[in-house]
């Protein structure tokens, strides 16, 4: 199995992932592309001692940019959405 660390790149943080929070008591991580969601579930009950209940993960496209007359994109990245059994919580700040 991989470095749990490598499989969790990061957790986003946003006004709509602090609702998701709130909501469904779920998470939001960029995760390293190529890893699913059996990892990914190991990977966060071992990081953060937690008991997940669902992972949910999808490919998200990078932005169109410009710069000058060129146009090119910025990179993309893989997210998962780790939904945890009541009564458990991750402290991110």
Known sequence: MKDPHT?????VITEKSTFQ???????????APDS?????????????????????TLNQNGK?????RSIGFSSG?????????PGFEIDLI
């Open 77 to 85: 990245y893989k997210k998962a959405m780790v939904t945890l059994e």
């Open 64 to 68: 169109r940019r410009r710069v000058g």
């Open 7 to 11: 499989i969790i790149r990061k957790p």
């Open 36 to 56: 699913n969601r059996i990892e990914i579930k190991a990977a966060i009950e071992q990081i953060f001692d937690v008991k997940v209940k669902k992972v949910n």
């Open 21 to 31: 929070v709130e909501e469904n008591n779920s998470y939001i991580f960029k995760v």
